[in-house]
């Protein structure tokens, strides 16, 4: 019994959380069965030098969730074997598109067959956002959270209990607590992924970042920084400019794009100049789709791997894990750069 519960002081986990996983875990293993006793709380707080509080707390939360009683003057007791519910998820993006599917459907496909999802749109409305988040707290056991504004929403999202969140995709520091994460590292993973094809890039004259701003479409503040430090660092002239003007495309140059819409006009607008998309222009698209792999012999990418992501996505819930993880990030190239 006194190897039951047992507690990593180098974790990230909080040990009352410890503690609950370790009872559950050995319901399910069948190491603790229907009206066996538990430790006390003074004797799992002696064995593992932590504080009564904190066996406490563990032990109280076992007991709302009906899987322990407390006996008057005799301790506490298993009184539930079926431990785990079925997973009830929240999931919340900003929006639909080709990378999100990819996103979602590689989650769902590796949770088990009883998880149930449900999937919202905040459109990077933050009244939405707030919304949808508070109308759902007590309709869901988890919650998976695409915090994709470039304004502070960790008021809203500190409402969700620690031990039920994963924040997907960008990095929320101002979330407190111990929560569970899988992110990209916008201003670095740009930077590195640029500075990945100097080959390609000395071809060009000059490299344009179109943002595309106000087309349904997030540009982390992460990304315009990393962007701006490549141009700082290297050879290549850099500029941002707000939105895709078809006038000021110019031969020799690169092109940086965030939006599909983009995309589409920018290769139009080269069919009608009768250029060559990788040598006389040359084009890299943000975030890749099947799409993009056939579209014009093939588009150059810089992209996380949303498919990666859905996986460890789908891991950390289905193990309860909480771990903060930096998604993959590259550059794929293919013929337009």
């Not at 986990?13 to 190491?31: F, H, R």
């Not at 890299?284 to 859905?310: H, N």
């Not at 819930?317 to 337009?336: D, H, T």
Request: charged letters at 25%.
């Amino acid at each position: 019994m006194k190897d039951l519960i047992k507690i990593d002081a180098r974790s990230r986990e909080p040990k009352y959380q410890q503690i609950l996983n370790n009872v559950i875990a050995s319901i399910e293993n069948g190491t603790l069965n229907h009206g066996q006793q538990l430790p006390s709380i003074s004797e799992l707080a002696g064995w593992q030098n932590i504080a009564k509080v904190t066996v406490a707390k563990a032990y109280e939360d076992l007991r709302k969730r009906g899987v322990i009683q407390a006996r008057h003057g005799k301790g506490f007791y298993v009184t539930n074997t079926q431990v785990r519910s079925a997973l009830n998820i929240f999931v919340l993006f900003d929006t639909l598109n080709a990378y999100k599917e990819t996103l979602y459907y590689a989650m769902k496909a590796g949770l088990p067959g009883d998880a149930r999802l449900s999937l919202f749109f905040h459109h990077y409305d933050r009244n939405l956002f707030e919304s949808l988040i508070g109308n759902n707290l007590n309709n869901y056991n988890y919650f998976v959270i695409m915090p994709h504004f470039n304004e502070d929403v960790s008021e809203v999202v500190n409402r969700i209990p620690k031990d039920q969140l994963v924040i997907i995709d960008k990095a929320a520091e101002q979330v407190t607590g111990n929560y569970a994460a899988i992110y990209q590292d916008f201003e670095n993973d740009i930077y590195a992924a640029l500075d990945s094809c100097p080959d390609l890039l000395s071809k060009y004259k000059k490299l344009t970042l179109v943002l595309s701003k106000g087309q349904f479409q997030f540009v982390p503040d992460g990304i315009v920084s990393g962007f701006r430090r490549f141009g700082n660092t290297n050879q290549i002239e850099c500029a941002v400019t707000e939105r895709l003007n078809a006038q000021a495309i110019r031969k020799g140059e690169a092109y940086l794009l965030f939006s599909d819409r983009d995309l589409i006009e920018f290769v139009k607008h080269v069919h009608h100049e009768g250029w060559q998309l990788g040598k006389d222009v040359g084009l890299i698209s943000y975030d890749d789709t099947p799409m993009k792999e056939i579209l014009e012999g093939g588009i150059t990418v810089v992209s996380t791997d949303f498919e990666y992501m859905g996986r460890t996505l789908s891991s950390m819930v289905r193990e309860r894990q909480i771990a903060k993880i930096a998604n993959p990030f590259s550059l794929i190239r293919r013929r337009s750069l």
